[in-house]
């Protein structure tokens, strides 16, 4: 009877481990967007390790699909040099998030709001890892598509 006690206590441990793993991830993410949607390099920065590789899978002018590869200065740049004009908002719709030890996936599918205006929807796959104990972004790929939007 004591091993089966023991048994149950460690799988309840053990669940709890990974819904608290899972929560950290997720709250880094949360973290990336507020950065994102207050334009705010800093706090984006810190949700991101230092050679983060940020992705894109879209159609180009000429309407070939492709995986666009953005430089990370370059990103930060571009958000923080977003018009105050303009009012943007990247709606995280559902979460998957699977963590393995130093390692995690989260898949977000999101929709776009662009001045009220739905503009695309698509999914973000984010790659993180536990870095001292914090989980850091080091590799985020999205997709982006108008059609079979919910």
């Known amino acids: 009877m004591k091993k089966i006690i023991n048994l149950i206590l460690l799988i309840v441990t053990i669940g709890a481990f990974a819904q608290n793993e899972e929560a950290e991830v997720k709250k880094t993410i949360e973290s990336f967007f507020i950065g994102f949607h207050t334009q705010d390099s800093i706090l984006i920065k810190s949700t991101l390790y230092n050679s983060a590789i940020l992705q894109t899978i ?24 977003i018009p105050e004009t303009m009012d943007f908002n990247e709606k995280i719709t559902s979460y998957t998030i699977k963590v393995d030890g130093l390692m995690a996936n989260a898949w977000t599918e999101y929709e776009f709001w662009v001045n009220g205006k739905f ?5 973000n796959s984010f790659q993180l890892f536990k870095d001292n104990g914090k ?14 939007c919910n």
């Open 58 to 81: 879209g159609k180009n002018r000429e309407g070939t699909t492709t995986v666009i590869t953005n430089n990370f200065t370059t990103f930060l740049k571009n958000i923080v040099g």
């Open 119 to 123: 503009s695309h929807c698509g999914v």
């Open 135 to 148: 989980w850091k972004i080091i590799y985020l790929i999205d997709t982006r598509r108008k059609e079979g």
